[in-house]
């Protein structure tokens, strides 16, 4: 056993061979090559336990109540429990150290190894990008709070940014909730409903049982500890923070500002909130106890008997205390704005406040007569609508549920019979790839199809056109965005360095290695265990997603789009298409755009990549002929107006070798030596902009051509032209062409 274990701190124990000092001054590509050395070469550990709550931040929520209930119990004895925690993390005052508990930093190699390792993995937010979930893990997302405020999709002025949760749900083989509206927003917002193949139960929390279950003696010990009496009755303001995801800010003046006024002779007053407030209030000479961090939320409701809070979801956690709820909001507005609301505030139990002065009014009303909250038919709605499993043994049913795979309480309300099809459009880039596709989900019948949709939100948001189009997806297409990198042992990552370079073919031992890494990729974004059936490689340029779609699995019957002729585009632009070529044999299928394209594609691909013929196949674009009309019929942009009087010829498409508008802009110079009049309007971007500009100059044509940039509704500009030009080399079926025919145009 000695000398295992010895072996064992050996990181790198399989032969790679590859000089390790290029990679060495990349920390994060070293941790990650560190945790997929641990996936590839280390057995689970049985009866051991990861707990994480907060990111490592505390030890805390619902994985702490889990934590409390099993450590001692004689059937957890052999049981190893170790916690993830930060350098910040407080302990809990009631925490006792145990021989079989261990803390470990995040983030640190000893976290990346348990991770790994570990047979239970209990969470309440997510695990790093790098997280995969073994055959032989099992794994419980509690969640940390019923949601008031918008979670995952349904927050404004985000984008995207919840990819890594989504994942992690993914992966989850275990999720509890609270109540119906907090699994909604869990399977729902984050985008997993009909996709998620493991279980949902609906058990309340079990950090929600300290609150209920905490004895007399308890209750006393923390007001001690606190240095509260017990002659007087405790109001508890517990703001939440503002901000967004990853920038959270705090108005500490305000907060200072406001307990000064809310202290008062008849109560005791207690804060809690971000540990920037809590570290300012500390020793200003302000009569208020800050609780800190080192106690539970759920134990300092338990002895609170007026709770003022803002948008938290604390409030939920107190309901089933049947005592008053005071709603300090002053910024609500703002608030509901930029964080978005699932309902309104003033339809929750309790007394909603915009001013200091109305909250101090309702903190005596409340001291003064409670059972006016206990008889308020808001609240006996919200306690059966948020709170009705809050019963004090939440946790035990989640520890069941988990542990021993007791099914009472899961729920299968989401579950979905549909064929679920995942989809990658790319960027959303204003072309006739994206009128494609839009078009194509248009022509889906949704009822007998989930449509999720792969993206990378990094590469849309910045991007009015790309946004615009991206909002055209149907309200009930699910939006999966990625998140993080690919794993990668050492030698992977040379084999990876080595295909991103390449311009030819490779030995099959070195094409197997990969598959492999694309084979983990796709594990890593979607899980094990997940309910996708089809694969639908819409975009077909980008190497990555080429890759992933390739190799996600046999089961997966996946296809791949060919929207040219993917031969010439490699010659004239795009020589990392030779990959995707070494790809296309592990597609069940390969669609080209047109009858003439697919024989086009066969013709040169099948020899040279060694693809079975009976592959290939195609499918023509389709057209929304209401969009083209309703789009065309708009008034033509004020900037273009005065362009578009006399005979105008019109050009779409991105300015791009292909495309040739070079071809377009000499012919036309030639054409205004015998006719004037005539003007030429480019519409597009693209990396020859700057080309093209200069040559309109060279040529002395900036008053009868303008490079016109991108346009959001390019069919009024269609509309208005005489005649339409395609100046393309090649091309597979041009959208523009099409839509060009439906509103009547003449085309050369």
Known sequence: QAAEAFVDTRIFKQAHGIDMSRYEKDAELMQIMEYTEYLETLSIQKKTILYESFLGASLGCNPYAIYQEIVDKPEFSDFTHVWSITDEAELPFDFVQRPNTILIKRQSSAYRRYVATVEYLINNVSFPFWFIRREGQKYLNTWHGTPLKGLGKDMPGEFMVHGNVT???????????????????????????????????????????????????????????????????????????????????TDVERI?????????????????????????????????????????????????????????????????????????????????????????????????????????????????????????????????????????????????????????????????????????????????????????????????????????????????????????????????????SLLLTPEDAWVDNLFMGMRGLVSEPIQAVYRKIYEREFIRLYGARNRIDKLINFEGYSGYWTQVFAHAGMSKNNITWLHNDMLEEYRVKMPHLTRNFMAYKSYKKIISVSSTMNDINKKSLIDLFDIKEDKFSYCENSIDFEKIFN???????????????????????????????????????????????????????????????????????????????????????LKACDCFVLSSNHEGQPMVLLEALTLGKKII
């Not at 070798?657 to 030596?673: C, G, M, W, Y």
Request: charge should be neutral; proline fraction near 5%; glycine fraction near 6%.
């Open 167 to 249: 994942r992690n749900f993914l992966h989850a083989t275990h999720l509890i909730s609270p109540n119906a509206h907090t699994s909604d927003a869990m399977m729902k917002s984050y985008g997993v409903a009909g996709i998620f193949d493991g279980m949902l139960a609906e058990t309340g929390y079990p950090r929600i049982d300290s609150t209920l279950n905490s004895t007399a003696a308890e209750k006393t010990k923390l007001k001690k500890q606190l240095g509260l009496s017990d002659k007087l009755p405790v109001v508890l303001y517990a703001p939440t923070w503002r901000g967004v995801q990853g920038k959270v800010q």
């Open 631 to 717: 789009k065309s019929n708009e008034p033509l942009d004020e900037d273009l107006q005065p362009w578009f009087e006399g005979t105008v010829f019109l050009t779409i498409g991105r300015m791009s070798p292909e495309k040739d508008q070079e071809k377009l802009i000499r012919a036309f110079a030639n054409v205004k030596q015998h006719r004037p009049e005539p003007k030429l309007v480019i519409l597009g971007d693209g990396p020859l902009r700057k080309h093209l500009d200069a040559l309109i100059k060279e040529l002395g044509m900036q008053k009868e051509i303008l490079l016109a940039g991108q346009r959001l509704n390019p069919f009024a500009a």
């Open 256 to 484: 200072l500002q406001d307990i000064k006024k809310l202290c008062a002779d008849n109560y005791q007053l207690v804060f809690r909130g971000h540990h920037f407030a809590e570290k300012a209030l500390k020793n200003v000479g302000i009569p208020v106890v800050v609780a800190g961090q080192n106690v539970g939320a759920n134990q300092l409701l338990a002895i609170t008997d007026v709770l003022i809070t803002d948008y938290s979801s604390i409030f939920f956690d107190f309901l089933p205390t049947r005592r008053p709820i005071v709603y300090y909001a002053y910024d609500l507005e703002e608030y509901s704005a930029t964080r978005g609301l699932y309902f309104p505030l003033d339809t929750m139990p309790g007394s909603l406040c915009q001013s200091i002065n109305d909250v101090l009014k309702a903190i005596q009303e409340a001291i003064i007569s409670p059972e006016v909250y206990q008889s308020d038919k808001n609240y006996q709605i919200a306690r059966e609508k948020y709170a009705k499993y809050e019963d004090g043994k939440s946790t035990q049913r989640a520890i069941d549920f988990f542990f021993n795979d007791v099914t009472t309480h899961t729920v299968q309300r989401y579950d979905d019979s549909r064929t679920v099809a995942l989809f990658y459009n790319g960027q959303f880039i204003p072309n006739g790839i994206t009128s494609s596709f839009l078009n194509l989900m248009k022509n889906i019948p949704e009822d007998r199809m989930l449509i999720s949709v792969a993206i990378e939100p990094s590469t849309i948001k910045n991007d009015a056109g790309r946004i615009e189009k991206f909002q055209s997806l149907s309200e009930g297409v699910r939006i999966l965005p990625k998140e993080g």
